[in-house]
């Protein structure tokens, strides 16, 4: 399967936007807040990393640089195969595949954290296997590794990602 990476998710005050824009690292620079990427591996983690950050630079970005996060279909549970066996065809996407184990994916995920991504965004395979591997398996052991909270700070998402909150569109001005 060839991957093309120009299917992009933009997150903007709340509102979540898809791109299949010609250029949609700009389109996400422009006025979003976070983006979402498909890498396949470390390196192109990182390749995508510097093509955002690049895209910021060439439209202007001023504030805070957008949070990029990853988006991978997870199977933990073993059931990928039995999946594709029922279905009578191997599940594609343009989001990484991962099958394995929680170590592995946290080994993963730790890795492209090192390429510079911010987040990730977990589709479980198959529900409700993988959801409660992702839970009980994933998430201790990324707290383990000091990789993930183990209490929230805040009480809403934006303050959970370290985004200001916007000013009200429908506040009146003083």
């Known amino acids: ?98 099958e394995g184990t929680p170590e592995g994916l946290a080994d993963l995920l730790a890795g492209w954290r090192d390429a510079g991504l911010d987040g990730y965004r977990l589709r479980p395979g198959g529900l409700p296997g993988d959801l409660s591997a992702l839970t009980q398996g994933l998430v201790p052991e990324l707290q383990a590794r000091g990789l993930f909270r183990t209490a929230y700070e805040t009480a809403d998402l934006r303050g959970r990602l370290g985004l200001a909150r916007p000013v009200s569109r429908y506040a009146r001005a003083s």
Request: proline content about 3%; aromatic content about 6%.
């Open 1 to 98: 399967m060839h991957h093309v990476s120009d299917r992009v998710l933009v997150m903007k005050d709340g509102r979540v936007v898809e791109s299949g824009d010609v250029v949609p690292y700009e389109f996400a620079a422009r006025g979003s807040d976070v983006v979402y990427v498909t890498p396949q591996d470390k390196d192109d983690a990182r390749r995508i990393v510097g093509q955002v950050r690049e895209a910021e630079a060439t439209v202007g970005r001023t504030g805070p640089e957008l949070k990029i996060f990853a988006d991978l279909v997870v199977f933990l549970g073993g059931d990928k195969t039995r999946l594709d066996d029922l279905d009578g065809a191997a599940l594609v996407s343009d989001a990484h595949i991962f």
